[in-house]
T-cell receptor
Framework: NAGVTQTPKFQVLKTGQSMTLQCAQD?????MSWYRQDPGMGLRLIHY???????DQGEVPNGYNVSRSTTEDFPLRLLSAAPSQTSVYFCASSYGGTGLNGYTFGSGTRLTVV | GENVEQHPSTLSVQEGDSAVIKCTYS??????FPWYKQELGKRPQLIID?????GEKKDQRIAVTLNKTAKHFSLHITETQPEDSAVYFCAAKTGFQKLVFGTGTRLLVSP
């Protein structure tokens, strides 16, 4: 049971490049989310999913796309990287049920856009 | 949508003292309130949570209280130890909806 696995752990992009941050969980969790963490701003929700085929926007969705074709995977796509997207990105998942369950976080991806 | 405010942003205590971190939320429909601890360079980890039908929950040296009328909840850590030093985040969730975090409290416990 690996939990929530994020790849890569570190990435440097040039402005305008695109890339996909990978997230996979092996706990059969229905809920998955992407957060970005910036100093002094806590964890801000980018996109989330309550099940395969269902996604929705969070607080800061601009510049990011997601899809959820399987229960296990929830990739985050940066369409055209900008320096403002330099951040630490966390993927998280939780059991569905009543929705009243804590999230398990991946180890994060530190992204720098130059 | 839900908005969560967290205070203080930094908190320094001496080992053995108690620490209290407070959060307020805006959506009266919120019914789940977890607390996460994040050590430097690590991922956030769930340390305790409370549901809206409960007023208080304890787990050894940590406890969380919830006041639904005032829409605020607090984390209490007793007999603090240096290993409690970390950033603590509160969060609020409305059923199946998104989990919204506070901005975090940096707790420093000095020996």
């Amino acid at each position: 049971n690996a939990g929530v696995t994020q790849t890569p752990k570190f990435q440097v992009l040039k402005t305008g490049q695109s890339m996909t941050l990978q997230c996979a969980q092996d706990m059969n969790h229905e809920y998955m989310s992407w957060y970005r963490q910036d100093p002094g701003m806590g964890l801000r929700l980018i996109h989330y999913s309550v099940g395969a085929g269902i996604t929705d926007q969070g607080e800061v969705p601009n510049g990011y796309n997601v899809s959820r074709s399987t229960t296990e995977d929830f990739p985050l796509r940066l369409l055209s990287a900008a320096p403002s997207q330099t951040s630490v990105y966390f993927c998280a998942s939780s059991y569905g049920g009543t929705g009243l369950n804590g999230y398990t976080f991946g180890s994060g991806t530190r992204l720098t856009v130059v | 949508g839900e908005n969560v405010e967290q205070h203080p942003s930094t908190l320094s205590v001496q080992e053995g003292d108690s620490a209290v971190i407070k959060c307020t939320y805006s959506d009266s429909a919120s019914n789940y309130f977890p607390w996460y601890k994040q050590e430097l360079g690590k991922r956030p980890q769930l340390i305790i949570d409370i549901r809206s039908n409960v007023g208080e929950k304890k787990d050894q040296r940590i406890a969380v209280t919830l006041n639904k009328t005032a829409k605020h909840f607090s984390l209490h850590i007793t007999e603090t130890q240096p290993e409690d030093s970390a950033v603590y985040f509160c969060a609020a969730k409305t059923g199946f909806q998104k989990l919204v975090f506070g901005t975090g409290t940096r707790l420093l416990v000095s020996p």
